[in-house]
């Protein structure tokens, strides 16, 4: 399919008359829409909520518009709940989804009542023994071990992941959690990243469900909430069929009604927690071309770098390019596109055809709305870039400014000397 960006070449050319490039662009419009669509397709299920994976784009502004749209947050550190927290939003609205967790981050989720999420059958003791109790409401992360595939193949290797407890520690864990006080339990899996099929949540559903059911026949506890976590996945290549929602929606309905509501279930309520799928496309970084370069293959030099936008670097991961004002110009260039970390690796696009690039053209590059800005690092002292959303009337607000040089040596307050001098 072909893949548009949701912004103009005149309304580019109008933001960058204020803010400089390279920056995140966020699309309230797109956001909007697409959390509606997401709602209407569990709609079917009364407690339906998203618990939006604040790792993927840990903006408050974003955050508070997602909140205002019905959605809770996804925690999995001290920042992500001090953020949550800072939004208002706090209690059952926020799932604590960790690992390897520090004592103090359980104590700051319990203080905001948030639903915790255990990865592991020995944070039962730790969290007892941290903050004194377990919550009547406790969830319990699990992780069948083995390859997870469903019929079009192979989707991921959970026997390899570090997450979750095995279905022994799962059920004496349940056992152990009721003893201790423990009212309302939830099921948490994440078997499988960016997903794009259709198959994926049901799949992983069915296989929920069925354990919701084994859990009440073998230890007559009752799961309130069954956590399907992330994984919906984004079409970073035109090539790719994005996933539909609606469809994803009626498959784990069918599910449901096939499994939970015949052993007298119907009741269980449906969570999830998605990053990639609520915000990826929904967000570009926005940057110019500055140098060309001809040696043994053809270059060009844009202003933002792997420190602004890490997936192509560390994952090799395509990201989608448009030159604006040259959209339907011919693809009849082959280029690198690259940053200018001192680093071979940071490269936006490699051998990729595209029309002609002059010095100056603004490029879109596409899907960056998750673990975009998110995953920007300092390294060769490159500074995190603005983010600004594209607000529904058309103009841009900033959201987040663009760190500076200040901000950068900031952590040096044991130099005063040094301090003085940056000044
Ligand atoms: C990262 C993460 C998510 C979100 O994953 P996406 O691929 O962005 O949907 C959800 N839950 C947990 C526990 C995660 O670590």
Request: hydrophobic share 40%; with cysteine.
């Amino acid at each position: 399919m072909k893949k548009e960006t949701f912004v103009t070449k005149e309304q580019l050319e109008e933001i960058v008359k204020e803010y400089p490039t390279p920056f995140h662009l966020y699309d309230e419009k797109g956001i909007r829409e697409n959390i509606k669509a997401l709602r209407e397709a569990f709609a079917w299920n009364n407690g339906y909520k998203e618990y939006f994976a604040v790792k993927a784009t840990p903006n408050p502004f974003l955050i508070k518009m997602l909140h205002e749209c019905g959605c809770g947050t996804d925690c999995s550190s001290m920042a992500e709940l001090v953020l949550s927290d800072a939004c208002d939003i706090r209690g059952e609205d926020v799932m604590f989804s960790s690992n390897e967790t520090p004592a103090e981050e359980y104590k700051k989720a319990a203080e905001l009542g948030a639903i915790i999420n255990l990865d592991d059958f020995t944070h039962i003791d730790f969290l007892e023994q941290t903050i004194g109790k377990i919550p009547e409401t406790i969830s319990m992360r699990y992780n069948p071990g083995g390859i997870f595939e469903v019929c079009n193949g192979i989707m991921d290797n959970p026997g390899e992941a570090k997450y979750g407890v095995t279905k022994e520690q799962l059920f004496e864990g349940y056992k152990i959690l009721k003893e201790k006080g423990a009212k309302r339990f939830g099921l948490h899996s994440f078997l499988a990243s960016n997903t794009v099929t259709n198959e994926y949540y049901p799949a992983l559903a069915r296989t929920l469900f069925e354990l919701v059911v084994e859990i009440k026949e073998t230890l007559g506890i009752e799961i309130s909430f069954v956590n399907l976590s992330g994984g919906v996945g984004i079409a970073y290549h035109p090539d790719q069929t994005a996933n539909d929602i609606a469809a994803i929606g009626r498959l784990v309905h069918q599910a449901y009604d096939e499994v939970l509501v015949p052993a007298g279930l119907g009741d269980v309520s449906i969570f999830t927690e998605l990053g990639r799928f609520v915000m990826g496309p929904y967000g570009c970084l926005v940057t110019r071309a500055v140098h060309e370069k001809h040696i043994y293959k053809e270059y060009i030099g844009v202003d933002a770098c792997a420190a602004n936008l890490m997936r192509p670097a560390m994952y090799g991961a395509y990201h989608h390019i448009t030159v604006m004002g040259k959209e339907d110009a011919p693809c009849d260039h082959k280029y690198d596109i690259v940053g200018a970390l001192c680093e071979n690796n940071d490269k936006f696009a490699i051998d990729r055809m595209l029309p002609e690039i002059e010095k100056g053209d603004l490029l879109v590059i596409h899907d960056t709305g998750a673990h975009g800005f998110a995953m920007g690092y300092n390294y060769n002292g490159r500074l995190w870039s603005a983010e600004l959303l594209l607000q529904e009337d058309g103009t841009a607000k900033l959201i987040r400014r663009a760190q500076t040089i200040a901000d950068y040596f900031a952590t040096f307050d044991c130099f005063e000397e040094f301090q003085g001098k940056l000044q």
